[in-house]
Nanobody, 114 residues
Framework: QVQFVESGGGSVQSGGSLRLSCAVS????????MAWYRQAPGNQRDLVAS???????IYADSVKGRFTISRDNAKKMVYLQMTSLKPEDTAVYYC????????WGQGTQVTVSS
């Protein structure tokens, strides 16, 4: 069972930046494609960005050019650098595998005010 602990969320004004972190407990971390997802109230959970074990990345159109996903295989960490934040980025952010595994962490709340 892979476990995820997200951190780094908070409240910022539009145009601000945040860096999310995710600690992953698994012995096979470098083999997995990792991803960040987000879920706004009343919405489904959507893919934000993903990164393969060797660093290839994919981004949702809504965050391209503003968000950067990265990973540290030695530390078993995944990061999401978010810049030029918009109110529509407000959501709970989760990390997981891609495709997502069965178990989710508690997520970290990001709130962007206008």
């Amino acid at each position: 069972q892979v476990q995820f602990v997200e951190s780094g969320g908070g409240s910022v004004q539009s145009g601000g930046s945040l860096r999310l972190s995710c600690a992953v407990s698994t012995g096979l971390f470098s083999l997995y494609t990792m991803a960040w997802y987000r879920q706004a109230p009343g919405n489904q959970r959507d893919l934000v960005a993903s990164i393969t074990g060797d660093g290839s990345t994919i981004y949702a159109d809504s965050v391209k050019g503003r968000f950067t996903i990265s990973r540290d295989n030695a530390k078993k960490m995944v990061y999401l650098q978010m810049t030029s934040l918009k109110p529509e980025d407000t959501a709970v952010y989760y990390c997981n595998l891609r495709p997502e595994g069965r178990y989710w962490g508690q997520g970290t709340q990001v709130t962007v005010s206008s």
